[in-house]
């Protein structure tokens, strides 16, 4: 039974249209995350949701909007595609942001390619 | 916002033990330090974490000196499949909020 789930694993598209990647955790975690990593690694934090309250947003295009349903789902939109942004996202939850000694769990990521 | 430096990567064989460290200057005095490990295609998975002096479990070790402005992971007897990337991770607070900032990460290869 997963804890994090994304789906979907890999999406290919074309410059200029819209998609969204969803995210689920069955684990009753207050705070979800979405996480970008580029071709060289580097994981960077894009967005953060606790208690369906966005709290931190990082300097992130416009383009990109996470939307929460409820506190098991974060679902990442992005409009507008472009090339730069082909990269792994990966959302994360975690029991309690403002907890020190939190622990995130990751879902197995999304390829998204930019053709 | 605490930051961190790592190794970009390491070589090491089979059966030696691997030493990791992480140096975060900023690090804010109720934070804890978090290694977590990430292998191809996945994503990045919990393997330690500590507040200060050492930490064990089953698969590491986290060593952490008084002043907390580094850590050092220890990876006894590392086999071909601990080959990964490995991340040290400090909490960060912006304003009420917490921030899970991870490094840029250290490769570790182990060569038989």
């Known amino acids: 039974d997963t804890a994090v789930s994304q789906t979907p694993k890999y999406l290919v598209t074309q410059m200029g249209n819209d998609k969204s990647i969803k995210c689920e955790q069955n684990l009753g975690h207050d705070t979800m995350y979405w996480y970008k990593q580029d071709s060289k690694k580097f994981l960077k934090i894009m967005f953060s949701y606790n208690n369906k309250e966005l709290i931190i947003n990082e300097t992130v295009p416009n383009r990109f909007s996470p939307k929460s349903p409820d506190k098991a789902h974060l679902n990442l939109h992005i409009n507008s595609l472009e090339l730069g942004d082909s990269a792994v996202y990966f959302c994360?939850?975690?029991?309690?942001?403002?907890?020190?000694?939190?622990?995130?769990?990751f879902g197995q990521g999304t390829r998204l390619t930019v053709v | 916002l605490a930051k961190t430096t790592q190794p970009i990567s390491m070589d090491s064989y089979e059966g030696q033990e691997v030493n990791i460290t992480c140096s975060h200057n900023?690090?804010?005095?109720?934070?804890?330090i978090t290694w977590y490990q990430q292998f191809p295609s996945q994503g990045p998975r919990f393997i330690i974490q500590g507040y200060k002096t050492k930490v064990t479990n089953e698969v590491a070790s986290l060593f952490i000196p008084a002043d907390r402005k580094s850590s050092t992971l220890s990876l006894p007897r590392v086999s071909l499949s601990d080959t990964a990337v490995y991340y040290c991770l400090v909490g960060a607070r912006t304003g009420s909020a917490r921030q899970l900032t991870f490094g840029s990460g250290t490769q570790l290869t182990v060569l038989p």
């Open positions: 900023n690090i804010a005095t109720n934070d804890y």
């Open positions: 994360a939850s975690s029991q309690d942001v403002n907890m020190p000694n939190t622990e995130a769990f």
